[in-house]
C-alpha cells in the first residue's frame, strides 16, 4: 500500500532546509533592523547629550568667547583707524610742505617788491567812447582777476594792503618806485612807458593798428591769438617781465601785459607757478623777459603754457626813447 502522505513528506524534507534558511535570513534581517535602531536610537541619545555638553559649554564660555571677538574688532579697528590717520598725514604733510615750497618761492619772487613806495598800476580806458559809459573810466576783467591774485602773492611779502594807481594817475616821483604793472601797452601808459626803455626782444604790435600780435626780434616768429568760427577767444597770450626800474635803478619792475584780458590775468597766475618760480634766472633774481600762451573756455582763463624764457639785460636801458 503507497502511503499517501510521502510525496508531502519528501517535499517537506526538501523544502525544510531552505524554510530554515530563509527563516533564518528573516530572522537575521529583523535583528540587524532591530539593531540598527537601537543603534539610531542610542547613537541620537548620545549626541543629544553630546549637543547638550556643547550647548553648556558654549553657554559657559560665550562670555569669555564674546570678549576676545570684541577684542580682535577693536584692534581691527584700531588699526584702520591708525591706518587712515597715517595715510591722512602723509598726505597733509606733503602737500603742506609743497606749499610751504610755493610759498617760500612767492615770498622770494615779491620780498624786493614790500617797501613803501611799491605801486600796483592797472590799466584803465578813460578814451572818448569809454568816458561816455564810465566817467571814472573802465577797467578790464581780466585785470580784476589779476590785481585779486596778486593782492594774495604780496600779502605773502607782508603786503597787507595792495597800493592801487590807475596808469593815468601815477606821478613822475611815483615812477621812482618798485612798481607792477598790470596791463599791457595799448591799455597801459606806464607799460608802454617802461617797456620802451628796456632792451626786450618780446613785444606787441602797434596800439593804433589794434595790433595784439607778439613779435619776437631774435627769432622773428610772431604769436597770434586763436579764435573760434564764432569769434570767440580761444587762446590768449602774453608777456611777463621782471626787470630793473628805467626811472630808478634802485628799483624793480613787474609787467603783467596780456595780448586781451585774459592773458593778463594769466601772467599773475603763471608768477604763483613753480613752473617758473623754480627756473634758475627767476630763482636767482635776474631780470628776465617770457612768454606764453592760455586756453580760454567759458570765458575764463584755464591752462597756461611757458613758451620761452630768456635772461633780460636791464641795465642798458634805451634812455630818452
Known amino acids: 500500500m503507497v502511503d499517501a502522505t510521502a510525496p508531502f513528506t519528501c517535499l517537506h524534507g526538501r523544502l525544510a532546509p531552505v524554510a530554515r534558511v530563509w527563516l533564518g535570513r528573516r530572522s537575521d534581517t529583523t535583528w540587524r533592523r532591530k539593531n540598527t535602531q537601537q543603534f539610531s536610537i542610542l547613537s541620537g541619545e548620545i549626541a543629544g547629550q553630546q549637543g547638550e555638553e556643547a550647548r553648556s559649554d558654549t553657554l559657559t564660555t ?3 568667547s564674546e570678549s576676545l571677538w570684541m577684542s580682535s574688532s577693536l584692534q581691527d579697528l584700531v588699526v584702520n583707524l591708525a591706518s587712515a590717520a597715517i595715510a591722512f598725514v602723509a598726505g597733509w604733510s606733503f602737500d603742506r610742505l609743497s606749499d610751504l615750497w610755493r610759498f617760500r618761492s612767492i615770498r622770494g619772487f615779491w620780498k624786493p ?3 613803501s613806495d611799491l605801486r ?3 590799466s584803465i580806458f ?4 569809454h568816458y561816455i559809459w564810465e566817467r571814472s573810466g573802465l577797467v578790464g576783467v581780466g585785470d580784476v582777476l589779476a590785481l585779486n591774485e596778486l ?3 604780496l600779502k605773502r611779502a607782508g603786503v597787507d594792503q595792495l597800493p592801487i594807481t590807475p596808469s593815468h594817475q ?9 612798481l607792477v604793472l598790470v596791463g599791457g601797452p595799448h591799455s597801459n ?5 617802461v617797456m620802451q626803455r628796456l632792451p626786450v626782444t618780446f613785444t606787441f604790435g602797434s596800439a593804433e593798428t589794434h595790433d595784439a600780435n607778439i613779435y619776437d626780434s631774435v627769432t622773428g616768429n610772431v604769436m597770434r591769438c586763436v579764435m573760434n568760427s564764432d569769434d570767440q577767444l580761444v587762446v590768449d597770450q602774453g608777456i611777463l617781465i621782471r626787470a630793473t626800474n628805467p626811472f630808478d635803478r634802485e ?4 609787467i603783467l601785459a596780456g595780448s586781451f584780458g585774459f592773458g593778463t590775468s594769466a601772467a599773475a597766475r603763471l608768477l604763483a607757478s613753480l613752473e617758473i618760480l623754480t627756473r634758475d634766472i627767476v630763482a636767482q633774481g635776474n631780470p628776465f623777459e617770457a612768454v606764453f600762451s592760455v586756453e580760454v573756455a567759458g570765458g575764463t582763463p584755464q591752462h597756461v603754457e611757458l613758451k620761452e624764457i630768456r635772461q633780460l639785460d636791464s641795465t642798458v636801458l634805451r634812455v630818452g626813447t
Open 251 to 254: 628799483r624793480n619792475v613787474v
Open 170 to 178: 601815477l606821478t613822475g616821483l611815483e615812477r621812482q618806485g618798485n
Open 120 to 122: 600796483v598800476v592797472t
Open 126 to 129: 578813460i578814451k572818448e567812447e
Open 189 to 193: 601808459r606806464i607799460t608802454a612807458e
Open 151 to 153: 593782492r594774495q602773492q
Open 113 to 115: 617788491f614790500a617797501t
Open 62 to 64: 560665550s562670555p569669555r
